[in-house]
């Protein structure tokens, strides 16, 4: 179970249980707490977790938002096949509808996901 942000409730994931971790190698989440929490400050709505793959890094590299390169000046090392990361929902469905999302966790995908993303395509690249 995660600590929600400051003035939230307890977060759920897309299963309706407690929201589990993502990655903390490296530091994931809109808030950088290692987990895929929303809030309303979080305009993206960063909250699936997703294992990061060579064709989903190129293609968000392709569509202007470059995950793979480092970025020291904000403490970005950049992300590699296999490092877990939260992606905004509606980036997730892109590349699901383009053919190139990444396997997902369910225990780790934030609830407000279902506003933008369907269950059942969440499950169909659910590791967990």
Known sequence: MTTP???QLEALNVLGQPLAPCGT???TGFFRDGCCNTGPMDGGVHTVCAVMTAEFL??????????STPRPEYNFAGLNPGDRWCLCAAR???AHEEDCAPRIILAATHL??????PLDILRRYAED
């Open 92 to 94: 997730f469905l892109q």
């Open 112 to 117: 407000r996901t279902l506003d933008i993303v």
């Open 25 to 27: 190698d490296p530091m």
């Open 58 to 67: 190129a293609h968000s590299k392709y569509l202007g938002n470059d995950l």
């Open 5 to 7: 942000p400051p003035g």
